[in-house]
């Protein structure tokens, strides 16, 4: 079985970068890397999911029962797009209590009341 050759089309497609110095040509890749890559960190940066704030609260400390409580809550009240380890952390911060206990409080469904207004929303 014979392979079909492509032929070279290097020199061609070269033209525009032979002249540039190694370090035009590492700006010009990063920049193209940033430009790619842009999209997807937007994409990121205003979304998130159930699993990924899970995950979050997961390395926070909290068991999977908890977090899994704690993300259920928040995403009821139209709250996950804040983050469930930010809401974890500005519950603690307004009871002033140590985070882990304040996530406990919320897995339990105590505290939600709280959290909802200090986001500027009324559920409860």
Do not use: C
């Amino acid at each position: 079985m014979s392979a079909v050759q492509r032929p070279s089309d290097f020199e061609k497609r070269r033209e525009h970068l032979k002249n540039l110095s190694d370090e035009e040509l590492k700006e010009r890749f990063w920049s193209l890397a940033n430009e790619i890559v842009k999209p997807l960190y937007e994409l990121a940066y205003t979304h998130t999911s159930p699993s990924i704030e899970r995950s979050v609260l997961l390395r926070m400390g909290f068991s999977s029962l908890d977090a899994a409580a704690i993300v259920s809550s928040a995403e009821k009240r139209g709250l996950l797009g804040k983050g469930a380890g930010h809401l974890v952390l500005r519950y603690a911060q307004e009871v002033k209590k140590p985070y882990l206990e304040a996530g406990y409080d919320l897995a339990n469904g105590v505290g939600w009341d709280v959290v909802s207004a200090a986001f500027g929303g009324d559920r409860a």
